[in-house]
């Protein structure tokens, strides 16, 4: 079997904001109906989907180690030929079904003679999600939906709905090696553009969703690596331990210094909001004044571009704020 690497539908975005407020030939002048509906979608803050990779295997064993854990529970997995699965054989059966001792050997051979590689994965772990409140079943619909779509006939793949936690959401397991030989490359584009489907397919069954770059939105924050997030939220992140005593001791030295990348934050916002202007003038001329005066409270409610130190010094800014006024005597 040969073992090639491929890029799965790396999509354009639906509308490029920020070509928007570049002048050059042959100007934008009117938006088509799906761009005016995702502007709308964005200024009226419709929830956001989320679509990441998180883990997966890279040996049989480790394959079937990550099916027992999303499968924990009784959660039951749902196979890409309509199987339903649950305890701890269901694991052994799908690693044995995707004949994924073949696809380790196959890696091996591939990386031998190529030390501090690590071995390809076996399968991705594609994490769909979606706020608190979504419909759950909805959830898992659309997302079988957008797993047919995506991989139907090329890859395997199984999906277990999550509603332990207060957003529910689907760990799509696809095996890595296609049936025609060719390995998934996951790339940001093509989440990206499995991001915007997803929402598309949400949105097919009743859910409102969706899919726009968080620097279009104004968020300047990157997010957390998927570790480190969650030993935060446990209280046990060193590395987020040690940003917090980095920030604590140069506010105690009078304040903050610019950042290095305080600059490309504030250059990024302002081709974002020359971006976002270009679309109000565009809708205006379209005959839609009501959403292009909805752009303008949007980019006013944007809060301001902040590096991850200074988010972390406004926290604790405002911890000591509120741990000041509980202090103060009640003088009623």
């Known amino acids: 079997m040969p073992n090639r690497t491929v890029s799965v539908r790396d999509g354009q975005a639906l509308f490029d904001l920020v070509s928007y407020g570049r002048r050059g030939p042959g100007p934008i002048d009117q938006l088509s109906p799906a761009q005016v509906a995702q502007v709308a979608r964005t200024v009226r803050r419709a929830p956001e989907v989320m679509v990441k990779i998180s883990g997966g295997g890279r040996s049989p064993g480790g394959v079937a180690a990550h099916f027992r854990y999303v499968g924990r529970r009784d959660f ?17 059966k799908l690693v044995e079904e995707w004949d994924l001792k073949v696809d380790a050997a196959e890696a091996q051979s591939a990386y031998s003679g190529k030390p501090g590689r690590k071995a390809a ?15 759950p079943e909805r959830l898992f619909a659309a997302s079988r939906d957008f797993a047919r779509e995506t991989f139907a006939l090329e890859h395997r793949y199984a999906l277990v709905l999550h509603t332990n936690e207060p957003h529910p959401h689907v760990h799509l397991v696809v095996r890595a090696m296609s049936e025609q030989g060719e390995r998934l490359n996951i790339r940001k584009a093509t989440l990206r553009q499995w991001r915007r489907e997803f929402a598309r397919h949400l949105r097919a069954h009743g859910v409102e969703a969706n899919a726009t770059e968080r620097v279009v939105r104004g968020v300047t924050t990157p997010r957390k690596r998927d570790a480190i997030y969650r030993a935060d939220q446990e209280e046990r992140s060193t590395h987020m331990e040690q940003c917090r005593e980095y920030v604590a001791a140069d506010l105690l030295k009078g304040g903050r210094g610019i950042e290095p990348g305080k600059e490309k934050l504030i250059r990024t916002r302002q081709d974002v909001e020359r971006g976002w202007r270009a679309v109000n003038d565009i809708l205006i001329r379209q005959g839609q004044p009501e959403l ?3 752009i303008i409270q949007f980019m006013d409610a944007m809060p301001h571009p902040r590096t991850d130190n200074e988010q972390i010094a406004a926290e604790m800014l405002e911890r000591a704020r509120q741990a000041r006024v509980k202090e103060r005597p009640n003088t009623r």
Do not use: W
Not at 77 to 89: Q, V, Y
Not at 121 to 135: I, Q, R, Y
């Open 76 to 92: 039951e997995i749902e196979s890409d030929e309509g199987e339903h699965f649950t305890g701890r054989n269901a694991a052994k």
């Open 121 to 135: 994965k076996l399968v991705h772990n594609v994490v769909l999600s979606m706020p608190a409140g979504t419909c």
């Open 292 to 294: 292009a005066a909805n």
